[in-house]
């Protein structure tokens, strides 16, 4: 999870510039353009009720391996949920984040990845990418659900977003990383700024991490 920082405002457009290299421009604005016009307020209660259902249906798939992760913008409203449903259970339900902090009025600014299964499509994790008006992005809700975690999940959503912000030359990614995590990020070129210290947010010690591209 990250902590809360005021960042401007951006126009969605600009955002999806960043992976039109991975999905082309015609197929983000159809999805997009499908999305439902609600207010935010609408959108949350809606949200809601769809995350409230915990009724589940048990199948019999496939086991799943590395090679089975699969890495997308997250384009439909379909797509979208799941990535809400992902960040309901990890932030809310397993970490006991407040819902409100999750929902906050800035997903529709956001690009939004989701890694699946490529042969079932089951939703595996999911990151919100925010970008400010230096063109620095900021990478919140890294969140992979618990049956996932030993396939390398994260790691390839990580993958994802730094080889395209390097792609279309994003200057820097920063993000509030929980301190268990910064191995982990640490191995593909994030880093602690200079004097920056260990944080508690909503009883979970965190850590800001950044890097730089240099070009």
Known sequence: PNREKPIPKTNTKSLISIFTSQVTMK?????LAHQPSLRHEEETHKMKDI?????????????????DVTVKVAASGLERV?????RNKIFVKEQNFPYEWDVDGRDEDAIHLLAHDTRTG???????????????????????LKEFRSLGVGR???????????????????????????????SMGFNVPAGCDEY????IPHIDMEQDFVY
């Open 27 to 31: 197929f983000l604005f159809s999805g």
């Open 51 to 67: 995350l409230s259902n915990d009724t589940t249906i048990k199948e019999i798939l496939p086991q799943v391996t590395r090679d």
């Open 82 to 86: 799941s990535c809400y449903d992902i």
């Open 122 to 144: 089951r939703p595996m994790g999911t990151i919100r990418l925010l970008l400010d008006e230096n063109r620095v992005v900021t990478i919140q809700r890294v969140s992979v």
């Open 156 to 186: 390839k959503l990580i993958e994802f977003c730094v080889e395209h912000m390097k792609s279309i030359r994003v200057p820097k990614a920063v993000m509030s990383a929980q301190t268990h995590a910064t191995r982990f990020y640490g």
């Open 200 to 203: 508690m947010y909503e009883n």
